[in-house]
């Protein structure tokens, strides 16, 4: 089945990539809510929250690391910022591969929309 964030992980489609390892690839998203809005995407093909196992646990750790990484080489890190997992409709999540959006740039509302 195709996925598009497997697509831009792969290299198929293009995206302004910000960092690559052999974990995660974080690249800025195409419809930005926040001066720096990134997505944190894993390389293994994971569909929901729901889908994850406790063998993926380091994953998801490296997905906060590599955020943590991208939030002070993007000079947010002081000022602050918001990382968000969507799950499923009511959570909003659109795309079926899961990302972690990191915002900064601004200040975030609460409780969110
Ligand atoms: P979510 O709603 O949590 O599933 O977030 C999906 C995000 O993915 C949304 O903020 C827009 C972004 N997005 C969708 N298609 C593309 C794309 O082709 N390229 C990039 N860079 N981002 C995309």
New binding site residues.
Partial sequence: MSC?FCD?VEGK?P?QIVKKDDHVVV?????PQAPTHV?VVPTKHISTINDLTGQDAAIIGKMVMAAQEVAVAEGIDESGYRMVL?CNKDG????FHI?L?LLGGRTMQWPPG
Avoid: E, Y
């Fill in positions: 598009l831009i489609i995206a690249f800025r998203d195409i419809q997505l969507n909003g999540q659109s795309v990302h959006h």
